[in-house]
């Protein structure tokens, strides 16, 4: 379970950037938009970045600084629950991953249940990707560069489909079927949008990489009228569990 991957420049024009098209969902158009923003507690507080072997000398740091701590919001998807969802809304799209190295730049991409998603090698490698929790979720045969890969229907919700590549342990991400389309990753600072949002209220949730964060306080929004709600913030405890640890 690691979410931050720490490369030196030249590793870096080498990685697998995970591309979430912003407008690939397509909402009612009546709908209104919800904007927020996931707080990290302060640095203090976070538990210690994981540690990965980087295959060079890192500059060294200055020693009274204290130490970045973990930020997992690259591996989080927002998600509107409790609320009337437009017919339009649960009809399954079809997302896309491009690929351009040898890693995934985000670990997590959130679909409506029944979507596909097509992956297109951008890189120069020859990656075997295949799924360890499905295997029958897409061939395990060489992406050529340029070539595209579309995976098969993913028709479970809420159960993580892992992506992994036969010749690389850095190769891993998440596809994760939402029942409609009120959902959204999160950018480097925590930001969120969701378009197309039908009034009434709903509960904000946190999926985190393979399940639901359940110690954040509760969240709500409250959709009337014409215009936008206010912005929304989601504050994260200071020690966020991972899937499966005790919360």
């Known amino acids: 379970m690691l979410l931050i991957r720490?490369?030196?420049?030249?590793?870096?024009?080498l990685a697998l950037v995970l591309t979430i098209a912003p407008d690939s969902v397509e909402s009612a158009p009546n709908g209104r938009v919800v904007t927020g923003t996931v707080k990290l507690p302060p640095r203090a507080q976070r538990r210690p970045a994981p540690q990965r072997g980087q295959g060079f000398v890192p500059?060294?740091?200055?020693?009274?600084?204290?130490?970045?701590?973990?930020?997992?919001?690259?591996?989080?998807?927002?998600?509107?629950?409790?609320g009337p969802v437009d017919d339009m809304?649960?009809?399954?799209q079809s997302s896309r991953y491009s690929i351009v190295g040898e890693n995934f730049d985000s670990e997590i991409l959130p679909v409506i249940v029944g979507g596909k998603v097509e992956i297109k090698n951008m890189g120069r490698g020859t990656p075997r990707l295949y799924s360890k929790s499905n295997p029958d979720v897409m061939?395990?045969?060489?992406?050529?560069?340029?070539?595209?890969?579309?995976?098969?229907?993913?028709?479970?919700?809420?159960?993580?489909?892992?992506?992994?590549?036969?010749?690389?342990?850095?190769f891993l991400a998440h596809i994760v079927a939402f029942q409609h389309g009120y959902f959204s990753t999160l950018g480097h600072d925590g930001t969120f949008?969701?378009?197309g949002v039908p009034a009434g209220s709903w509960k904000v949730k946190l999926w985190?990489?393979?399940?639901?964060?359940?110690?954040?306080?509760?969240?709500?929004?409250?959709?009337a009228g014409k215009r936008d709600?206010?912005?929304?913030?989601?504050?994260l405890p200071a020690k966020l569990a991972a899937p499966g640890e005790a919360q």
């Open 193 to 195: 949008t969701i378009k």
């Open 208 to 223: 985190y990489q393979d399940g639901w964060v359940t110690n954040i306080p509760d969240t709500s929004v409250t959709i």
């Open 139 to 170: 061939p395990v045969d060489p992406i050529n560069p340029k070539g595209v890969r579309v995976t098969e229907a993913i028709t479970k919700a809420h159960v993580p489909v892992d992506i992994r590549d036969k010749d690389s342990v850095h």
């Open 229 to 235: 709600p206010k912005a929304i913030e989601v504050a």
């Open 89 to 92: 809304d649960k009809k399954p």
């Open 59 to 82: 500059r060294a740091k200055n020693p009274l600084r204290p130490p970045d701590g973990l930020d997992p919001r690259r591996s989080m998807v927002v998600f509107l629950e409790g």
């Open 6 to 13: 720490h490369l030196s420049a030249g590793a870096l024009a």
